[in-house]
């Protein structure tokens, strides 16, 4: 790893960078300010829930076509086109005092910052640095497990220094005063190896295709495919139970009658297990492979969520949240190399931005559904249990088709 760091520090920093600095569009970083944006705004948790979710769905939605860009747009012009959009959705949100310019914040905040920022850095990891792809995109994903250890105290200290608005505005400059230079210092001579990775792919397009993970897919071709259908309940499972009990993270400790200090506390905790999970998850991609190692993915977080249907004790909270972080460095690291390893690199961000806008899809309902039924008063133990019974069924599903596989692509690296 120490080898790869030096000779790729520069693209190595930089999808860091796209990773970290796509906070403002992560849940941890919008549920911070949302009590003061629900008072500004006169809605209650369900309005604002509900809002949240439609602008995250209709970024799913436009994800399937903006993803694509990826593969048609050079590297350094998109990303500097990125930082622009969610910086520009961080000073709608700061000037928005009605639901539809509230709408339009939040939907550029989750389409450029949780969106195509994060999957331009795995996609660009995967893409150029193909034989050590593990692990860059371990690498890489440290920029957001690190995010989501430092920038709460950083948000917290902003707003009550100088406001929710103005932390928003901030943001939105402190973004591009140090992410348009990085962006263009740390891809300079980027050219040259993009003209390596072509004649990569051409080289693939020479070569007799001996079985299908050698195929160059294209999206259509992959949405044909029953694989995608029965490994994809698998890999949602994470960013669908994850942002549903984050985003009522207030309501599951106030019910437990844990600090809610205590439980925040817990989640620096939580990104040193997401990042030691990225790492030793890194080293496991290189040698073993993403695909068989899907199933297993969210098999902690199940075990988390059991835990959190039957203890009342915070240590039990914080087990669930060490078990949650080593669920979510595993994704955060297998999820990029699954897709290159199953269908190809050549059309790799078309195909990755269709399976992110359904994991943005999950992240826009399940706020809605756990909410749903928290109004309806259902416990949350209820909720944990029947979440985890999803999270093995899931499981035993994406192993089942890996099995199926493995058997009708004998030779392959499945």
């Not at 509230?102 to 450029?112: A, D, E, M, S």
């Not at 050698?214 to 994470?238: I, N």
């Not at 068989?292 to 993915?297: I, S």
Request: glycine share 8%; with cysteine; proline share 3%.
């Amino acid at each position: 790893m120490l080898h790869l760091i030096r000779s790729e520090w520069r693209l190595l920093l930089f999808g860091f960078l796209m990773t970290f600095f796509s906070a403002p569009g992560q849940t941890f970083f919008i549920s911070l300010l949302s009590g003061e944006i629900r008072h500004a705004t006169n809605l209650s948790d369900g309005e604002f829930a509900a809002i949240y979710s439609l602008a995250t769905l209709c970024s799913a939605v436009v994800m399937i076509w903006s993803g694509g860009l990826i593969d048609k747009i050079g590297l350094k012009k998109l990303s500097i086109a990125l930082v622009f959009g969610l910086a520009t959705g961080c000073g709608i949100l700061s000037i928005s005092s009605g639901i539809v310019s509230l709408v339009i914040g939040l939907f550029l905040l989750r389409q450029f910052g949780q969106g195509l920022m994060y999957l331009t850095s795995t996609t660009t990891m995967v893409r150029y640095l193909e034989k050590n792809r593990g692990k860059s995109t371990a690498l890489a994903g440290m920029g957001y497990a690190i995010s989501e250890a430092v920038v709460p105290s950083i948000v917290v200290a902003l707003l009550l220094w100088v406001g929710w608005r103005s932390s928003w505005q901030v943001s939105a400059v402190f973004l591009l005063l140090v992410m348009v230079p990085a962006i263009l210092y740390l891809l300079q001579g980027h050219q040259q190896r993009h003209h390596q990775y072509l004649a990569q792919l051409s080289q693939f397009d020479n070569e007799p295709q001996k079985d299908s993970l050698k195929r160059q897919w294209t999206r259509p071709e992959v949405m044909r495919d029953k694989f995608f259908y029965l490994l994809m309940p698998g890999l949602m499972s994470q960013p669908l139970m994850f942002t549903g009990f984050i985003f009522h993270q207030v309501h599951l400790v106030e019910s437990k009658g844990w600090s809610l200090s205590v439980w925040a506390s817990l989640f620096f905790m939580y990104a040193l297990v997401s990042v030691g999970t990225k790492i030793i998850s890194g080293f496991l991609v290189d040698r073993y492979g993403a695909i068989r190692m899907v199933p297993w993915l969210s098999i902690p977080m199940g075990i988390g969520l059991v835990l959190l249907a039957v203890s009342s004790n915070i240590i039990g909270g914080g087990v669930f949240l060490a078990l949650m972080g080593i669920t979510v460095g595993f994704q955060s690291t297998v999820s990029a190399p699954f897709w290159s390893e199953m269908y190809g690199i050549k059309h790799l961000g078309s195909i990755k931005s269709l399976a992110t806008s359904v994991m943005v899809l999950s992240t826009a309902i399940s706020p809605i559904i756990i909410g749903g039924y928290i109004d309806h008063g259902i416990k949350i133990e209820t909720l944990a249990m029947a979440s985890a019974i999803f999270v093995f069924l899931t499981s035993a599903l994406a192993w089942y088709a890996c099995q199926v596989r493995q058997r009708s692509c004998p030779t392959s690296e499945f």
